[in-house]
């Protein structure tokens, strides 16, 4: 029956491809390309081979003469078609980076040495023998038992490789996993496949396809090499992290931000920046080896690279590391005309001593690439987090939830005292959250993080609910106060729904829309103008009114102000801080003014001082607000503290 070669022939083609692209790519460093492009070439071979060996009495005489090459075709066959097995094996060892297991343990070991020295025993003492294979008088090819060696050692390696792939599962996406466990399937139905259509050699063929799938998928540089500067990126580096922590194998970060990034990509553009990187990553490269540590350079994106180095060495090596490139990003750098001045920040995580899973890592990630560091030194992750509320910080969403759950959100209130009428005529109502893990969490923490994962808009109308219910009870008619300040964070602003949803609460409890100033703050109205107009409009005709919280804090528009519909502009407690230096007080004495001509009320924040209340009543003011007079308090202490002060 005579042998079908196009599939052997199919998969020489397809693995040149694939072996072009691997080259074009660049992707013939590191462990795990290293042994993909081994897989590669053993299937190349044991492809080539296959055709050399079935290729006599096709295509070429078989004779006495030529039962030497045949031998020795058949015995590179068997020597690479078993050796893919092996490598495959050993691809996913590294994929998972756990080598070191290996060492470790004498059955793996064996395991992974034994099946194939035994297929190569079989073969060189095959000569004598004839275990595997021999030629008969007419010159034909015949198997001998000792082939089911070479099966075996392959079954067993694909086993092993399988139970491998599987403890280590949760390293890799769906996707990568399929792709990652094709090849036993494909290889054991193309030998059996084989077995039974023994002229239709597939089984290179079918192996090849499997590599073709990893190459798409897990091996994909598209997705894990940035395209300009030819290092890992994020995803990369996020898949290194998971990998270290799940093998619990220590290791040490070096975190570095380009500060001033974005403004080199604004003037220069995406290409000048590029090579401004590749020549950092080049310095970075340079200093490294320098110092005979061997790193993993990612690229996340922004101006911010990682180091990522085994964490057995010595700590002070990459202590020295870490403080070396920080001066050298402090340097002026020359780039073809330019000459440009770096500013970095780099920050040094030793895992799992400073954070112990990734999800941390990462979120520590994401809070040191927006944590300002004027000093200039090398931040140490330890201390970050112990200053920064750092877990605190990285739990918030579900610190959050837990607080909805279990109702452990409270409104206080602080006292606003009227100077011209010399009492307490309103007050602010400031949400409060008391977790069990962490206290008080300050609302300046959770708001931001509340407008992020969208549930400011429950905390925003549990906030509204509770002030129509104290204001509707009969405790605070006998309070006298005209009304109550709520906050309303840009998110809630830019809600369409807002303030159809606020007038139906405020009729529920029949609360005159009069008793409530709603505190808005200018950044709303940049984010979502005509939203947020429209809302107000709506308000306004309900009967509310408004204040402008926060005044003095950003670059304000007067233009864009005017264009509000206030009642109060409250002046930021920056304020009261400096109002006791002169040139402040000239700012102040006109910024009251002109807000007094336009007929605005004016309440000035965060005062804390009886030499500031005097100042602020010569300035003219009309309402002030600030510890001086009493902190937000508890709703009943905030009754009481009225009472006594009516
Ligand atoms: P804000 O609206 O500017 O509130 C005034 C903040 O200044 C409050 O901080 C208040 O406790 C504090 N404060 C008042 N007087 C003084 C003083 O004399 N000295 C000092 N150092 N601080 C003073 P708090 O309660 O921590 O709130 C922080 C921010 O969180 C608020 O700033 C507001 O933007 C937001 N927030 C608080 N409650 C709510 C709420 O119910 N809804 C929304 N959307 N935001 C809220
Ligand atoms: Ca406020
Ligand atoms: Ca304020």
Known sequence: MERVLYFDVCAIVIMLILFASIFLHKMTKGRINRSFLYGVICCLLAAVFDVCCEMFGIWLPVHEGNTWIRTLFFYGYFVFRNLTAVVYYAYLISLTDT????AGSLWLKLIFAVPYSSVIVALITNPWTGLVFYFDETLQYIRGDGIYILYASSVIYLIAGFCHLMRYRKLFSRSNLVALTLLFPLTAGAVLFQFIFPNLLVEVFATVIALMFIILTVQRP?????????IANSQAHTFLIKRAFFNHKPFDLILIRLVNHSSILTILGTEVLNQFLLVIIDNIRKLCEENKIHASISYLEQGSFALMIDGKRD???????AKQLNRMLKKNMMMEQYMLSLLAHVCLVHCPKDIHDPQTLSAFETSFHTTPNPSGKIIHA???????NFHMNAELGSIISRGLANHSFE????PIYSITEQRFSSAEALVRLKDEVYGFVPPGLFIPAAERNGTIYQIGEYVFEEVCKFIKSDAFEKLNLTCI???LSVAQCMQTDLAAKLIETAGKYQVAPEKINLEITETAVEKSREVMLNNLDTLK???????LDDYGTGYSNIQRILALPLQIVKLDKSFADQAEQADMQIVLQNTIRMLRELNLEIVVEGVETKEQVDLMTNLNCDYIQGYHFSKPLPKTEFITFIQKHL
Do not use: C, D
Request: glycine share 4%.
């Open 222 to 230: 598209e997705e894990n090499v940035h395209p300009a500067l030819g």
């Open 541 to 547: 005709n309900a009967g509310f009114r408004f204040s």
């Open 382 to 388: 330890a201390k970050l987090i112990e200053q920064s």
């Open 315 to 321: 700590m002070e090596k990459t202590e020295v590391l």
């Open 411 to 414: 409104v206080y209130y602080q």
């Open 99 to 102: 080598w070191h297991k290996l």
């Open 485 to 487: 300040e709520i906050n």
